[in-house]
């Protein structure tokens, strides 16, 4: 079979096989959060008042710092501690210490691999929202960037549903919708949030 | 000293590398001309796997440390084949 014909030629190429499920599950559930903090951030930012969408900018990037420090430590450490109690039970089976083997640096690299991916997830699920905020006061009114972001975000979600459609063999189209339309139950609880 | 031709090994090892690659890695020792690796028993967590390495002058230290990186242990050497041959194991009245 020619490399042409490989459905996964660019999945591999780009390294994605290299992902196991668990940094996927991760990405995904972190982007979800911060997708969805996204949209509760600047709808409420515009409904509070904010004076530009730079405001709003910053608001969202203290978020994406908090979330993706959040996924990033909380998985290093939560990995950490599965690679070593994993990695013991192995030991007490095989009577002998497996540091500095293959075994330990693979498990190390798959907690690289998931802190990452887990601190990405958020990153791209918060930032891209925000970018319609850039063209506030030259492009569109400080309402037109809000509906935007808002679209962006529930954008990102449907991406999120239709790739993990993809690799479960669903419809990628429904599992799209039914991730976005988290987005906007989001928006519009934060319309109707008292105050 | 006489080269070591072939040399069978019993080696206690983790799931994972798999014994495909735990395998190829071992084939690919300049040393080794070929591999064969059979499954004696696989338990919860290890796996005891026969290795039988062949070759024209094997290094037993090479073999010993690529076992040991991936995680391996070599229970037993159980079989030795030095010299300017292979001699296989002759049958005897006893058996």
């Known amino acids: ?195 | 000293m006489a080269p070591l031709r072939r040399l069978v090994v019993d080696v206690l090892k983790p799931h994972e590398p798999p014994t495909l690659t735990f395998t190829q890695q071992i084939a690919e020792t300049e040393s080794v001309a070929g591999v064969n690796a059979t499954l004696i028993e696989l338990d919860k967590e290890v796996q005891n796997v026969k290795f039988t390495i062949e070759g024209e002058s094997i290094d037993y230290d090479v073999i010993e440390e690529i076992i040991e990186d991936a995680g391996g242990t070599i229970h037993s050497v159980d079989q030795v084949v030095c010299g300017e041959y292979i001699v296989e194991d002759s049958p005897t009245p006893q058996d």
């Open chain 1, 1 to 195: 079979m020619g490399a042409e014909s490989d459905p996964n030629s660019l999945l591999d190429r780009l390294g994605m096989d290299k992902i196991g499920p668990i940094a996927r599950r991760y990405f995904v559930s972190n982007g979800f959060d911060g997708a969805l903090t996204g949209v509760g951030v600047t709808v409420g930012a515009y409904l509070t008042g904010v004076p530009d969408g730079f405001a709003v900018i910053k608001i969202g990037l203290g978020g994406a710092v908090g979330l993706t420090t959040s996924g990033v430590w909380s998985v290093w450490e939560i990995e950490r501690a599965e690679m070593r109690a994993e990695l013991h039970d192995i030991e007490d089976a095989m009577l002998t210490d497996l540091s500095e083997t293959q075994i330990e640096r693979e498990k190390t690299s798959t907690q690289v691999t998931n802190a990452l991916m887990s601190g990405l997830g958020p990153l791209f699920g918060l930032v891209l929202p925000l970018t319609p905020f850039l063209f506030e006061d030259t492009a569109l009114s400080l309402l037109q960037a809000t509906i935007l972001s808002v679209a962006v975000a529930v954008g990102v979600l449907f991406v999120f549903g239709a790739y993990m459609a993809s690799i479960s063999r669903q419809r990628w189209y429904i599992a799209g919708i039914r991730m976005g339309l988290a987005g906007i139950v989001v928006a519009i609880i934060s319309i109707f949030l008292p105050g």
